[in-house]
Every structure is written in C-alpha cells, then in structure tokens.
C-alpha cells in the first residue's frame, strides 16, 4: 500500500506563508496522480491541487495564483506552497495519492494537516 504523511501545517495569519509536505512510501510505481484536498467543518473535501504523471497541474480557482504544488521525485515529496493565505483556507489538509491499475481507480489518503488562518 502507499502510505502518506503530511506534514507543515500549522497557524499563521492572513496574508502568510505556509508550506505543507506529503512524504510518500510503499508503492509508487502506479501513482497516476498526486494532489491535495482540503475540508473545513460542515464543508465537502474538495481538490486544492493536483499534479499528474506528465507534471500537468490543477487548482481550485480559490487558490490560483496563490498555491503552487510541486514534486521532489528523488524524496518522494509532495509540497504545497499556500501564499498570501486567507481565513477561508482554514481546513484540514489530505495528500492524495491516485492509482490507476487495470482500469479501476484508487485513492490513499493521508491523516491530514490541519492549516489554521486568523484575520
């Protein structure tokens, strides 16, 4: 199985910086994606970013231009940068592991990294 374990979250107020981390072990050689998600209470979990195989990238029009989701290969690291953070990114945050194998589709979560933002 692929195991994730966030890491980076923490308080900070609006207008901060924040870099969460998503180390990665067990199985990666049929990872298809990668990506983060955030919920906050009484909020569905929805996709903060993503980054597939051939590097294309995907946010959330929330955080575009402020969050940037990069790899390190070689660690097997997931980062996400969050800029200039706002109250409403306040969620906790799960890195996304997606498989693909023989055409059905599966995900691995991380415990999550709660990300707190005063005003």
């Known amino acids: 199985q692929v195991q994730l374990v966030e890491s980076g979250g923490g308080l900070v107020q609006a207008g901060g910086s924040l870099r969460l981390s998503c180390a990665a072990s067990?199985?990666?050689?049929?990872?298809?994606?990668m990506g983060w998600y955030r919920q906050a209470p009484g909020k569905q979990r929805e996709l903060v970013a993503s980054?597939?195989?051939?590097?294309?990238?995907n946010y959330a029009d929330s955080v575009k231009g402020r969050f940037t989701i990069s790899r390190d290969n070689a660690k097997n690291t997931v980062y996400l940068q969050m800029n200039s953070l706002k109250p409403e990114d306040t969620a906790v945050y799960y890195c996304?592991?997606?498989?693909?194998?023989?055409?059905?589709?599966?995900?691995?979560w991380g415990q999550g990294t709660q990300v707190t933002v005063s005003s």
């Open positions: 996304n592991a997606h498989r693909v194998q023989w055409d059905k589709g599966y995900d691995y």
């Open positions: 067990g199985i990666f050689f049929s990872i298809n994606a």
């Open positions: 980054m597939a195989r051939d590097d294309s990238t």
